[in-house]
Structures are given as C-alpha cells and as structure tokens.
C-alpha cells in the first residue's frame, strides 16, 4: 500500500490496535442505535423514504452505520449496504455527537487539528494546578443544599458528605472508581422509585467533564502510556510537571465533575421533578433531571448545545474558553420562566442567593464586624462603563477580607463567580465577549494592539514577548506568583506587564489557588491608571480633552467637564467625571476657594489666571505650594475626614 501512497495512520502498533478497537466499537454502536430509531420509526433505508418527505430525511455522515459499508459479493466484487437515512433533525445531532471533524488545508496540510492541540495545549496551560473550578462546582452543589425544598426535607445534611468525597477522591483512585461504579449502577436513588444512575446516565447525564475546556481522548491517552520514560534532566522535569497536572485533571474530571451532578440528582433535581410531575414516567424524569443537570454543571451534550454542528463547534472551542459555561448560565436563567422545571430553578437560584449571602455576611462581619452594606446586595449599579448608564456591580455580594491592598483598603473577595453571566452579557455584551476569549486568540489580540486585557502598553519587544509567554504558557497560579515578586525583582518590573497592581503581594498568592479577589476600585485610582498607562496613547479629541484637564485645578475640575463639548461620547470625559465625584466624596475638593474665583473672576486657564489661583491656595492651605506639575495634593495634615 506503501507504493501506491498509502501512509498508515501511527507507526505505533498499539496505537493502531486501540484505533482499531475503537472503530469496531463505534461501528457496532452504531448498528444498534440504527435499530433503536427504526423500531421508534425515525430511520429508513435511503430508498424507503417516501418521495414527500426526501427533502426532511438525509443520510448523517456519522460512519459506516448509517452511510453503509463495502463488502464482497459472490461473485468477487465489492458492494456497499443500504444508507441509512434520518430525518434531519436527527441528522443534525448525530453528527454533532459523532460527526467528522471539519478540515482545512494550507500548503497540503490539515491545519485544523494543530490549532486544536495548541488550543488544548494552552488551555491546559492556565489550568495547571489550579482549584479555581473545584471550588466553582462546590458553590453550585451548596446552592442546592440551601435550596428551599432540600431545607425542608433534612437532604442540606448530606452536603457534608459531598465535600469528604470531594476531597478524598481528588487523592485517591480506589475513591473515584467507586464513583464511577456507582453511576453504572442500577440501584434506586429514591425511595418508592425505579429511578438509577443507570438510568439517569443512559438518558444523558453527561458525567465525563466540560469538553469546551478540554478535550481528553485515547490518543492522548495512549501517548501518555507509550512514550518512554525521559531521561534528561529537563525532559523529567517536564514529565513532572505533566503529571502535577494529571492529578489536578483527574481531580477535576474523573472527580468533581461525576461527583456534582450525583449529589444534585439524588438530593435535589429528581425529588423535584417528581413533586412537579407526579404523572410522568421514570424515564421522563431521568430524561429532564439528566438535561437541567448538565445545564447546572456546564456540561452540555452534543445533543443540548446550540454549538453542535462539528465546523462551528470547533470555531467556538477555539475563539472562546468555554462556550458550555457561558451557555449553561444564560440557559438556567431562561429555564427560571419558561419550561417544564421552572420551579427547580427557581429554588436553585435562591439556593444560591441563600449560600452567597450567607457567606458574605459571614466573612464581612468577622472582617469589620459589620453586616454586608446594602448597596452590595444590588446587581447593577450606575456606571459610565458599557453602552447603558448602568453596569454589573462589581461589589455585589462581594465582602471585606482581612487583607490590606496598597492604599490600605480591604480587599473584595468575589463569590459570585461566573454566576455574574446573564448580568454580563445583557449589560455589556462586547465586554461579556472579550473577557471570554480564548487563550491563544487573547494573545494574538494583545500583540496585534499594543497593549494587554488590562490596558497596560507594551512599549518593546522585550515586554511584547514577555507578555506574549505568560499569555500562552503561564498558569494562573503561576501568573499570580510573578505579579507578586513583580516590584521586588528588577527584570520583572521591567519586563512583566502590571496586572490588579494594588492587590499587592499577598493579594496575588491568596489569588493563585484559585479565588477571585477584587481591590476595591476607586475612581482617583482609575484616573492614576489612565495617566500612567493608557493616557500617552490617546488620539484625536481624547488627548485634546486629557491636554487641559491637566491643567484645571482640581477645584474647577467638575464645572469645565461639565461645558465640555461631546462629552457624553467621550470616555476620557466618562472617566475623568468620575474621578472629581470620588474626590468631592472625599472633600478635596474647596466649594469656598471656587466661590472665590468666581467672585474675582478668574480664568485658570490663564497664566495670570494660574498666577492668581496659586496664590490663593497657598494662602488657603496653610502655606504649602500648590502647583508643582500641576499635580499637588495636600499632605494627609489637610486631609478633612472621608464621608462614611
């Protein structure tokens, strides 16, 4: 076959094995799901089709099953089975589930498949050693627990059980074979029912991980297995740090992922349905219960997502992060007013509302010994950011922990997490979009612009490749850790890209393991980023407006915005509106030194009229020289007290 110019698939001969198996299993998968939508009468032979329905049925290209196969007449020759066809719909989630991967050829090779490993490569990256999603799935399972119906019926007790499982199995193997043994069990979940995990898994409780995030299949399985021991230094090193991140891998999706979604049914999800629907079978139970579980834990079916056919499922993969995330959340929004399990919802969210509340407070008060302030129960605030007057508010259910930022405020730890969504997306969409990017997109936008996610320039080469490496390669603890030791080491400082700089050192390490924290954004702070890094790139009317706002005293300031023309359209104005309120809130601002200016009628935009404004500063401030670049703030002696 050599000669003729066939190359085998891999030289490996246990690759070739297991690929073999493989293609006999799904043939023979294959033949019986054929007769299982025969006997439902959704598959005909092709030729059986009736010629009015010919333009609703098509043929899934989904193997030999359905598209038929050769095989040898008695007579020598070759001849091929019937088609099987199906009506389209159906055709269209065959082979979204087992369909052929879409390919596009340069220069005579199939690039599809190598930006989808560096994709997954990336992506496995960021991850590495991470307790971000661990903790994410924790969340979820407790918003169930503290759901009304599970209260009232004692299932809050088992929560615990969830969490010793949990950490048990993210260390030992013999913990998650167990899991796995009970998902294949046929043993009722409930009382006075017929309903299994068997059951439940066979009507598509999806058990196996979020596949938008990662992608594991026997190929890399058996990569992992074959290749020999390295024997070098560096090549141990990496195979070290390959096997850290199995552990957390394994911990994740052999673990949590199976771990989750059986709390949820057996303690939640299937008691509800079956008070909801008293007259519907096992099997429509199971069917709904394994449809909102996925959606519950991210992990749609090829048969749910909107994302299902194989071209632009494998687009999304490779533009965004997770597409099964964001879609899950917008889905279990939806599903709250419409649909057959409204009221599970409903107790889900307010599970959850119950769960952030509670630990909000919680920390809060041991932090300040205060209640959450109530403005942090809003999910929207005002705000000039965004295409609306208002935004998600960054401080919602957010509490104080004790820990100091660089200004000295305590920092927000965030709970919400990716619950924020919905919020997200209505708001602000094109922001919603971009903050979901891909890594290696993410990358290509930051190098092609100039600057980061966070809007800090990249000002030489040196700092474009810097960013470029940490973008691609680094994970987020790892990340974290960097930011840390950034203004200790003078390289990094010099090189690594300023990212959250007022969390300071332990702000980042606590970060690192996989909480999300927030210092607290203060409008003076955003004026300061602006100058330092996003102010010498303006252009046009935004640099025209940035110019003399320098120049105003800080008295003045909120007046000569206000006479600005465009205003409204320009986001430095925005911005800049923003930082007078925080200081009038302060009271740095003088309402008797404007008054003043106005009764003598000076311009500060004069020199005459700075000359003038000076002297009246000084004489105001004790003697202390207002204008040494035109940036003066008094010292802390001056300061009167913040309005709390």
Known sequence: MREAGWEPVSNNPYDMLALRRVAGTDYRDGLVMVERLKKMGRALPLDEVPLSEKANWRVPEVGPAFEGRPFPTKEGAAAMTQPVAVPNAVASVLEGMFGKRPSLEIAGKDIVPIVGKVSQMAKRAKLMASL??????????????????????????????????????????????????????????????????????????????????????IRSFLDDVGKEAPRSLGGRVVDRMGGVNRFFEKGLFENMYPLASEWA???????????????????????????????????????????????????????????????????????????????????????????????ANLIHMSTTGEPLPAERYKPVAKSSYGPLPMNYNRKFLAPDIPLKDKNGENINLDLVGQADTVFQFALDPVSAVASRENVVPRAIVSQVKGETFGRQQLKSP???????????????????????????????????????????????????????????????????????????????????????????????????????????????????????????????????????????GLNPLTPEGKRRLAEIQKEKLGGVSPLPGNRFRPGPEYWPQPVR
């Open 132 to 217: 971000f999603q661990h903790l994410d799935f924790t969340t979820r399972v407790g918003a169930e627990a503290l759901s009304p119906s599970a209260i009232l019926n004692g299932t809050t007790m088992n929560f615990p059980q969830f969490l010793a499982r949990g950490a048990k199995g993210q260390l030992s193997e013999t913990t998650r074979a167990a899991t796995r043994q009970r998902l294949l069990s046929d043993a009722p979940i409930l009382k006075n029912s017929d309903i299994s995990m068997r059951m439940l898994v066979e009507e598509g409780l999806e058990v196996g991980g979020d596949t938008t995030v990662l992608r594991r299949t």
């Open 265 to 359: 049914v057996k303690n939640h999800i299937v008691p509800v349905l079956k008070a909801t629907h008293p007259d519907w079978t096992s099997r429509q139970i199971a069917g709904q219960a394994a449809k909102d579980a996925n959606t519950m834990f991210s992990n749609l079916g090829a048969w749910q997502t909107i994302f299902a056919q194989p071209a632009m499922k494998e687009l999304t993969r490779t533009l965004i992060f997770s597409t099964n995330e964001s879609e899950s959340w917008i889905r279990a929004t939806l599903a709250t007013v419409r649909g057959p399990s409204k009221r599970l919802w409903l107790e889900h969210w307010a599970g959850l509302g119950i769960l952030l509340a509670g630990l």
């Open 462 to 600: 040196q700092q474009r490749a810097v960013a470029l490496a940490t973008e691609l390669a680094a994970p987020i603890g790892a990340g974290e850790v960097l930011q840390a030791d950034r203004e200790r080491i003078g390289p990094l400082k010099r090189l690594l890209p300023r990212s959250e700089v007022k969390l300071g050192e332990p702000g980042h390490l606590l970060q690192g393991v996989g909480l999300n924290l927030r210092s607290p954004r203060t409008d003076l702070e955003l004026h300061r980023q602006y100058e330092d890094g996003i102010a010498p790139s303006l252009e046009g009317r935004d640099r025209e407006i940035w110019q003399k706002y320098k120049k105003v005293p800080s008295t003045l300031r909120d007046d000569w915005l206000r006479l600005q023309p465009y205003g409204a359209k320009s986001s430095v104005v925005r911005l800049l509106k923003r930082e007078v309120a925080y200081r009038k809130k302060l009271r740095l601002a003088n309402p008797m030194l404007d008054m003043l200016l106005v009764e003598r």
